[in-house]
């Protein structure tokens, strides 16, 4: 069983070192840690968030924020991690990617972004070392499994502020979708992530200024597809970032 530790906040969603997780040898997986501009990647399905840099880009980054919707945060109250499922699930309900693989989702996204990834002996899902090219600080970290905690999943909009966003009044199914959703799902540096906690892109932004337009484009597809709003100063913000 992948052991799993889960912080207080939604998107500080760790799982820490399995016993005996590395026993064997590892074998080794091609991977492909070329990162892709969340314009040409609006499912989520291709590794990392490449850096959005020209005119012509922006301008559509920016045509696709304006069509986000707003609202003011509403209370916490009622909010748990378990509102969203157990982490880090392979049964989520609707049509997510990745989903009813056979692998759960923290590994999938280990496998989407990883380069030179290595499985557990016997396995084609527990990936126990690769190295990945951190989006959010621009640093390249080698992980391994057994320690783990090195590299988190952030769920690009955190789930607490889905909660307070409107994901309260959904079905138990569709929050389970967003958890789960690799469109909402970044492998990165585990303490830049718990820096962030549940903020919107207002109060956070990436440390690597490079892929802060990228960063907001990737929040409007999340809340695009979910139909969820983000604050006025999120969507201020985001916009900024590129150039608006």
Wanted: proline fraction near 7%.
């Amino acid at each position: 069983m992948l052991g799993v530790a889960l912080l207080a906040t939604g998107c500080k969603d760790v799982d820490l070192p399995a016993a005996g997780s590395a026993s064997g040898s590892a074998a080794p997986a091609s991977g492909d840690g070329h990162a892709v501009s969340p314009l040409d990647n609006p499912d989520g399905t291709k590794p990392g968030l490449a850096a959005i840099t020209s005119a012509a880009d922006k301008e559509r980054a920016r045509a696709l924020i304006k069509k986000v919707t707003t609202k003011g945060r509403g209370p916490k109250t009622g909010y748990s991690r378990d509102q969203f499922g157990y982490a880090w699930m392979d049964s989520a309900p609707g049509n997510v990617p990745f989903a009813h693989n056979g692998c759960d989702s923290r590994n999938d996204l280990l496998k989407r972004d990883g380069e030179d990834v290595r499985f557990r002996s016997g396995s084609d899902c527990v990936v126990v070392s690769m190295t990945l090219h951190d989006p959010y600080t621009g640093q390249t970290i080698a992980f391994t499994k057994a320690h783990a905690i090195k590299v988190q999943i952030d769920h690009v909009m955190p789930l607490s502020y889905d909660w307070q966003m409107g994901a309260a009044h959904w079905s138990k199914d569709k929050r389970e979708d967003i958890a789960n959703d690799p469109l909402n799902l970044i492998p990165v540096d585990g303490p830049t992530n718990g820096a962030k906690s549940d903020s919107g892109p207002a109060s956070w932004l990436p440390p690597n200024k490079t892929i802060r337009c990228s960063y907001a484009v990737r929040v409007a597809q999340v809340s695009l597809k979910y139909d969820l709003p983000v604050t006025t100063a999120d969507k201020d913000a985001m916009l900024q970032q590129c150039g608006g």
